[in-house]
């Protein structure tokens, strides 16, 4: 409990004059909005940016007048990447802080753990990372990548000529329930494609995995059965020592290249990436864009972690989900002030069709139905200095397909939710 | 059609080039293009010209610090902020701030690293053939042969000029003519690159139309008959290899376990917190770094051995720290032991967290412990890891020494066995304490700067060696360094052994299975400590 006083007090920081506004009537009052992320605990490493970029997103609406005149106060709780306690912070958030809106979140299976909470109470939640579609939701918005945002076209451009033309595919991932459920749309996906199952090879690690030498080894030799690719759904610390043992054991991406889903410049501030130049990420966005909203965005985050006096605030970095999770703020704060209420169910309404000028450089567009967001993707290789050079992009947004084709049974459900 | 003009090209280019002093600017120019395809076959180009430049100006292409200025009009390379001509090599002053230099991707990469391969052909020092030699061993730049058929004839180290022919070889596979590639295709029984094996692989298989991807029967043969030969002779390097990285892992474990074997072992100390003093000594080893990049940055890839005598005082002193402070009081309530230093870890990583952020800091390996030997068949052993196994080694003479053939040892042995006993006749038994759980941490914190140089350096390092290092140390049996010893290097020989069979996730629920049905059987874990012990 006094945790979370301390940071609240800490957020209230944030909101300055605000607080003392509530004594003048029922229009200053601020509108509360929760934050859900892990600040300890496996998952800190990469949820506390998160963290640190709503309460960015929201000083900075607040400081431009707020939302229909009312600040934001954001509710900081942690929920230490523990998945049951996910459930519980999100019931607190609901019931006893009376939030209007949740952002938060980041591995599948702590969302799972939570959207009981949020169908019983009729909250509202914004998932900003990557998943493994398979779900819809009323509750939810979802403004990270489906898979046909992210894996498959990242598939699509390992096979082409310029990807390298990978045939075999080493598939290579973290024992939970996204990287099984993406490994099985790419092997229907890559059979739809002629692949044969030979050529598919499946491996999953336990959480936190360290030593890959074996690993590293079977790649090699799967990789003398031809042109072979990696796709690496390694999430969180096991990536630093995957990295480290693939620079070591000398295997560089011109011959054996690595796409991960789940690496972004976050991850690889922990790693030095000068053997890993030429490995891939697909994301929606990448740091390394140049455009004046994306120049703008790393401004202010700069900013925001010097005045916070983050640690290696001078050396921090944007990443994909960050972007995400400014953008679903942005377009919520849309959303309130075209239903003019912070109430869940006319927001959900407003939400439908609302764009965005998003960092990424494209006008980011939800989904009119699905919940989704309209996302370019984008394939990047690590650059020396632990950035991407986009080497492949979408021609504009891409609209999500959050019930993958390559599932059977999946034509059946419906395009919106239920 | 393609192919044949290609060909024409590069022989026209080749033939015309020599004529002229010098290389042609506009030459350079189509490596901007925006067609790959196009970059590629000035690269091509380039490189059949064997102009000296052309080594620079692809270098600069492949770290990407070549450029376009005067709107595309002029190929610059730059480097520190100032220009050079890429073509005549004239220095052009400070480099305009709006300069966007070239990018490359893997297609590339590739293509440039064998153009460069083939140009160092030439290249006075045998050894600098020998793997421009090797780099070209699987490229698939026909047009590369006539250089190394070049070189082959100019060849004189017997070694070089067998992986040359090894070479032509692998890009003769691309010849119109069947005779031929079914030759190279047998040739290349002898090469152990990964690379050919992979070409060869290629040309046996079929394509997703079902047709195989070399028409000719006699070239299938061919290729078959050499990948059985190549993965004879591969199978006892990939035996080895496994018993390597099983050894490799022992000794991680018995990094981590063996400062636990002190605590625990001797002490009979359940520390949860020994997991904290590994992840300290990462970090000093991490704040090491940082002091050698900004004050010593001649010395830096020396940081790493600096880092060693640093972690174990800051750990010792730690260590000692606690022991005086909270665990000399609960000496003889094991519960309590364990609870409360179960939260002193909780309190090393949330200041840990605090003090460096959540997120892994970055150790970079030194030049020294980067990359590896490389084995046959495109395998390599790690020197980090090579490194750690001698370390490991070499902190159990240590401490084995130390606590077997010194005073001090004689004195820890002694509180170990009998307190009462030893107190009587003189021994300090506080001291010796204190100063036997400092050992521990200190141990514990070596163990950590090996750690930092395969692995993540975050708060949460402890966490994930915690239970291994119980696991060795109970199953090597308390009290006991040789049990330790073995039990690390058996632990990580069987995971090793089991991965490639079950898969990590099994191979790791398979080991801890083991582990619960062998304690059931033994208790006492593999030795069991003779004699009498007044504390039991």
Known sequence: ?418 | MFQTLRLLAFALAFLVAPAWAALDPASVLPLADEDPDVRIEAIRKLTATQEPRVADILGALSNESLGLIDDGRRAVIVADGRMTDAVTGAALGAAPASFEPLMVNNRLRGEIDAALAALKLASPDAATRLAAARALQGSDNEGLLPIVQQAIDKETDPEVKGVLELSAASLALRNPDPALRAKAAADLARSNDPQVRQVLSALVGKGSDGTYAEPDERVRTAAQLSLAEINRRLFSTEIGLAAFTGLSLGSILLLAALGLAITYGLMGIINMAHGEFLMIGAYTTYLTQGVFRQYLPAAFDWYVVAALPAAFIVTAVIGMALERGVLRWLYGRPLETLLTTWGVSLLLIQACRSLFGAQNVEVENPAWLSGGIAISGGYVIPFNRIAIIVFALLVLAAVWLLINRTRTGLFVRGVTQNRAMASCTGVPTHRVDMLTFGLGSGVAGLGGVALSQIGNVGPDLGQAYIVDSFMVVVLGGVGQLAGTVIAAFGLGSIAKFLEPLSGAVLAKIMVLVFIILFIQKRPQGLFALKGRSAEA
């Open chain 1, 1 to 418: 409990m006094d945790r979370r006083q301390f940071i609240q007090a800490g957020g209230a920081v944030a909101l300055g004059a605000s607080s003392i506004s509530t004594a003048f009537g029922q229009a200053k009052t601020p509108i509360k909005v929760g934050i859900l992320h892990s600040l300890s605990g496996t998952m800190a490493i990469s949820e506390t940016a998160l963290k640190e970029t709503a309460l960015m997103t929201i000083a900075d609406i607040n400081a431009k007048g707020g939302v229909m005149g009312r600040p934001l106060e954001p509710v900081v709780v942690d929920p230490a990447s523990n998945w049951p306690l996910f459930a519980e912070k999100a019931r607190q958030l609901l019931t006893q802080d009376k939030v209007s809106v949740v952002f938060g979140c980041w591995t599948s299976v702590s969302r799972k753990s939570v959207l009981p909470v949020f169908k019983e109470l009729n909250g509202l939640l914004f998932y900003p990372v990557q998943y493994e579609g398979e779900e819809l939701e009323k509750n939810v918005f979802y403004t990270g990548a489906a898979p046909n945002q992210q894996a498959i076209p990242a598939t699509e451009y390992l096979m082409s000529k310029e990807g390298g033309g990978a045939k075999r595919f080493f598939l290579l991932g973290t024992d939970y329930v996204y990287p099984r459920t993406t490994n099985k749309i790419l092997r229907a996906f890559l059979k739809s494609k002629g692949v044969a199952d030979k050529d598919i090879e499946e491996v999953y690690t336990p959480f936190g995995h360290s030593d890959y030498q074996t690993i590293v080894a079977n790649i090699k030799k799967f990789a003398s059965g031809g042109k072979t690719c990696v796709i690496s759904t390694i999430n969180g610390d096991s990536n630093v020592p995957f990295y480290k043992e693939l620079g070591n054991a000398g295997l560089k991406a011109k011959d054996v290249p690595v796409v991960a889903f789940s690496v972004g410049e976050e991850e690889l501030r922990g790693v030095d990436t000068k053997p890993l130049v030429g490995h891939l990420a697909a994301w929606n966005y990448f740091m390394s864009l140049k455009n004046p909203k994306n120049d703008a965005f790393i401004k202010m985050y700069r900013e925001w972690a010097l005045k916070q006096k983050l640690p290696n605030a001078e050396k921090v970095v944007t990443n994909d989900p960050m972007e995400a999770t400014f953008v679903g703020i942005h377009m919520w704060k849309q959303a309130v002030e075209k239903a003019k209420t912070a109430d869940v169910d006319p927001v959900i309404a407003a939400m439908a069709g609302q764009t965005f000028d998003a960092p990424c450089g494209y006008k980011l567009k939800m989904d009119e139905k699905n919940h989704h967001l309209h996302k370019p993707v984008l394939i990047g290789e690590v650059r020396a200095d632990g950035q991407f050079n986009v080497v492949w992009r979408t021609k504009g947004p891409i609209r999500a397909q959050p019930w993958s084709p390559f599932i059977p049974g999946n034509e059946k459900k419906p395009d919106s939710p239920v």
